[in-house]
């Protein structure tokens, strides 16, 4: 889960990390009272989960009230790839000798966390690490004891971050780490830390990503949690419990299991056609979870044909069937040619009571996919 | 012969009175599993599906001479729980809990790494040697014994593909899910090595996913290791970055590690032929046979 900056910077600010002065707004009028109370020069910034939004004109500086409301009416409900504009965060604009970069993340293949410093902030991290990585200090952290205060030093120093700020720079990196752990951040980063020509440090921007899987233990970052933005389906998904990702073919795909259902989706590609979701009902797929998925896919305007593929190993047959049954016999007309493959656990049972009238019946996982790319090339004819 | 785990492997099962360890202990003991012990906080001297249950696994260790457990704790309590099972301490623990913390995984990974305790999983679907015993949820009439070792991040993807050989009379000395998720305690690697110490073994399927380099890790382990045989499929091609696609672990990042192109590269590289569809990978260790 991605936390807004705004939101992360009231988690780091709450810790201790310096942040500059700021309001949130959502009209033109709001900004205005913002920036009277902040002064200028003023950042005024789309609070939006969209990579580089300066770029994409979602941050504008502005030194006078004209050039503030100018770029609060430019903003406020801009289109920024795919995502409607609803606030800006309006900051204090940050007067800066040199841009620095911190940041904490987990290490998959040691299965560690690490933690990262580089002069070369204000700029995409990731690019730094492909082509000059030696510009990034490491540090692994135990997660048993934490980041020690020396390795905080230790990483800070191999950076090459100017001394004068060496030990400010260290106790952020420190205070971003605690959260890290405290908050179960999936990963958390400064970027940049800006130098003033005081020599103080501020974090100019903020992201945050936390552990889904650690919602249950973190309540107050839940409660920042928006309904997933930009897509009514995943929203839906969501609500029924079920992993779903939208894609942009015509090939609508149901299944169990992760890996079955992404395999059936470069199976859809393999044979010519084209996937345009990923829906993992899970296990024990009952006659209303079946109805749900069914809706879900009939739903999305771009499918033209479906694939159910079931393995049964907890989840029966049997039950699957009726319950793809119970579901098409609600609707009048079926929307959707749907082709179901059902193996595992009473597999043969449930294909004698699949109604053939409203399905597609095939054997092979292979044979069934197949079948729905014709189907999905016959409609699209 | 087989890895891991057989008939002598005996079980506590961890979370035993709950709905799945229920259901999936009355499973196991119906496949021939010698589920010997239960072990639940609170619930010791009752008894499930005719098993005694402990209130802690190192009694249930103690009395019961358990050696390895299965794990249906909730994910709150799971790390908590797989920590109880390096403790007691068992051979083998198989932790089938989906949506464990990363946080409390990286802890219990740090203590794999300072005891002789296995660890299989989290978010997998368990082990099964056919005909001697399973330790998870695999449905056991999809496998058969014989002479080809399977390891998989997924559970549903691992019954396709066995029944893929099943049907072609091709058995399975064991079969391994090793989990969806990021941080896991066996890897591709270690159940490569083990198949390969295996002299009953005679090919292995190994069946990867986007996400992590474990399968790159795998590749370089094959080439420079291994004289087994080993057929590969890589799920995944088709998701996009930046997605979850289910597993926790299934996830190519935005700068493009982890997707099924370089996993796919990487064990042609090793000379590991990979599959378009799970039929295919059938036919790859048809020829190995």
Do not use: W
């Amino acid at each position: 889960m991605k936390l807004h900056e705004y939101q992360a910077k009231r988690v780091f600010a709450d810790a201790g990390i310096p942040v500059p002065d700021s309001r949130l707004a959502s009209t033109v009028e709001e900004v205005m009272d913002a920036v009277e109370e902040i002064g200028y020069p003023a950042a005024i910034k789309a609070q939006v989960h969209v990579g580089g939004r300066g770029k994409a004109g979602g941050i504008e500086i502005a030194t006078d009230d004209g050039e503030a409301r100018e770029a609060a009416e430019s903003i406020l409900g801009m289109d920024l790839k795919g995502y409607t504009v609803e606030r800006v965060l309006v900051e204090t604009g940050v007067d800066f000798e040199t841009e620095l970069y911190v940041g904490v993340t987990m290490d998959r293949g040691e299965g560690e966390p690490v933690a990262m410093v580089s002069t070369e902030g204000g700029v995409d991290i990731e690019a730094v690490a492909e082509e000059t990585p030696e510009r990034i200090a490491r540090e692994h952290v135990d997660p048993a004891f934490g980041l020690h205060p020396f390795q905080a030093r230790k990483v800070v120093y191999e950076a090459g971050i100017p001394r004068d700020v060496a030990g400010d720079v260290a106790s952020i990196l420190s205070t971003l780490y605690d959260l890290y752990e405290s908050r179960d951040a999936a990963d958390i980063e400064i970027n940049p830390v800006m130098v003033t020509g005081d020599r103080e440090v501020v974090a100019a921007d903020a992201v945050m990503n936390v552990d889904e899987d650690a919602l249950f233990r973190q309540p107050e970052l839940a409660e920042m949690e928006e309904e997933a933005a930009g897509d009514d389906l995943e929203a839906k998904a969501d609500e029924y419990g079920f992993d779903y990702v939208r894609l942009s073919g015509n090939v609508g795909i149901i299944g169990n299991g992760a890996g079955l259902v992404m395999t059936t989706l470069d199976l859809v590609d393999h044979y010519g056609g084209s996937p345009a979701n990923f829906l993992d009902v899970g296990g024990g797929a009952k006659a209303e979870r079946v109805t749900h998925a069914l809706e879900m896919v009939f739903a999305d305007e771009n499918v033209d044909s479906v694939v159910f593929n079931i393995f049964g190993g907890i989840t029966r047959g049997d039950e699957v069937a009726t319950g793809i049954n119970e579901a098409l016999r609600r609707f009048d007309e079926i929307p959707k040619p749907v082709v179901v493959r059902l193996a595992g656990t009473n597999a043969e049972e449930g294909m004698e009571i699949l109604d053939e009238e409203l399905v597609q019946v095939e054997g092979t996982l292979e044979n069934a996919v197949q079948r729905a790319v014709e189907n999905a090339q016959e409609v699209a004819r | 012969m087989s890895i891991f785990v057989d008939d002598d492997t005996r079980v506590v099962v961890q979370g035993i009175t709950g709905g799945e360890g229920k259901f999936h202990t009355e499973q196991m003991l119906e496949y021939g599993t010698n589920v010997v012990a239960g072990a639940v906080p609170g619930k010791g001297g009752r008894e499930v599906a005719g098993v005694p249950v402990y209130d802690t696994v190192t009694e249930a260790a103690r009395e019961e001479d358990a050696d390895a457990s299965v794990v249906f704790v909730p994910p709150a309590f799971a790390g908590d729980a797989v920590f109880e099972a390096l403790d007691a301490p068992l051979d083998l623990a198989v932790a089938i809990t989906e949506g464990i913390p990363t946080r409390d995984m990286a802890k219990v990974n740090k203590r794999l790494s300072e005891v002789d305790t296995r660890l299989l999983g989290p978010n997998c679907p368990g082990i099964i040697t056919p005909g001697e015993a399973k330790l998870g949820i695999l449905p056991g009439d999809v496998f058969e014994s014989g002479d080809v070792g399977l390891v998989s991040r997924s559970g549903t993807l691992t019954y396709q593909v066995v029944s893929n050989l099943t049907e072609r009379g091709i058995g399975q000395t064991t079969a391994i899910g090793i989990g969806g998720d990021p941080i896991i305690g066996t890897s591709f690697v270690d159940a490569l090595s083990a198949f390969e110490a295996d002299p009953d073994t005679d090919a292995v399927v190994m069946c990867g996913e986007i996400g992590g380099e474990d399968e790159e890790q795998a590749a370089e382990f094959i080439a420079e290791n291994m004289d087994t045989p080993v057929a590969g499929f890589i799920a995944g091609r088709t998701a996009p970055p930046g997605k979850r696609m289910g597993h926790a672990g299934a996830i190519v990042s935005g700068s493009g590690t982890g997707t099924a192109e370089s996993k796919i590269g990487a064990l042609d590289d090793a000379g590991v032929p990979v599959g378009d569809t799970p039929d295919e990978v059938a036919d790859r260790v048809e020829e190995f046979l």
